[in-house]
């Protein structure tokens, strides 16, 4: 089994910069995803970090440190519709399966 | 439009009923996967079918009953449900790589919309 940890609730405001953290501790670490999920809709597929380092996409990045079960999603020049439940998965090995397990995810309200 | 569709989106049961929840994946997956979403927990993993075959089962009540006919179809049979299970209830898709049911799975997967169910 696993933990995973996110803070369940941030604001910033529309044109800045925000950093969403998540903490795991997992024996079987197979990598992490995030998702992004809008009220009353599916969770969409953000980004996905195996190795230690930081991928960038556009607004979005993700960075991952294995050693310290740590990962955080980074949303720069803020805008309104990125307000949105943002859930880490992490990727785990669980006997001849890899299973995927999601935190409780972090709602993230954008303000003018 | 994420190339998984639920249905029905919405349904409401009583405890003695018996109703199906159906999901569809037109993206040639090989993997299926039911998941349940309450409010303020995780999403939490109920099924997984890889390759058609099942290969986890998080221990989830027997009166919720998968079956996967198919690579592209997937159900969730419900009977004598009981209020607590009122969720959104999620079907996804993955490819999964591998010689075997079990591969590893190294895409990230693709949601429908849900069925929002609630039990009276």
């Known amino acids: 089994g696993q933990n995973i940890d996110q803070p369940t609730e941030m604001t910033a405001t529309e044109g800045a910069i925000v950093q969403i953290n998540c903490t795991y501790q997992t024996s079987g670490f197979n990598g992490l995803f995030w998702y992004q999920q809008h009220a009353g809709e599916a969770p969409t597929f953000l980004s996905y970090n195996v190795l230690d380092g930081l991928e960038e996409k556009g607004r979005f990045s993700s960075f991952l440190s294995r050693s310290k079960g740590y990962s955080y999603l980074l949303l720069k020049e803020l805008q309104m519709k990125d307000s949105a439940s943002y859930l880490c998965?992490?990727?785990?090995?669980?006997?001849?399966?890899?299973?995927?397990?999601f935190g409780t995810g972090t709602k993230l309200q954008v303000i003018p | 439009e994420t190339g998984v569709t639920q249905t029905p989106r919405h349904l409401v049961m009583g405890m003695t009923n018996k109703k199906s929840l159906k999901c569809e994946q037109h993206?040639?997956?090989?993997?299926m996967y039911w998941y349940k979403q309450s409010a303020k927990k995780p999403l939490e993993l109920m099924f997984v079918y890889s390759l058609e075959e099942r290969v986890e089962n998080n221990s989830v009540p027997s009166r919720f009953s998968p079956e996967c006919p198919n690579s592209s179809h997937l159900f969730l049979h419900l009977h004598t449900l009981q209020p607590e299970d009122s969720a959104l209830y999620l079907c996804?898709?993955?490819?999964?790589?591998?010689?075997?049911?079990?591969?590893?799975?190294?895409?990230?997967?693709?949601f429908g919309p849900g069925t929002r169910l609630t039990v009276t």
């Open positions: 996804a898709s993955s490819q999964v790589l591998g010689s075997a049911p079990g591969g590893v799975s190294v895409h990230e997967q693709y």
């Open positions: 998965a992490v990727r785990e090995k669980s006997g001849g399966y890899q299973k995927v397990t």
């Open positions: 993206l040639g997956h090989n993997a």
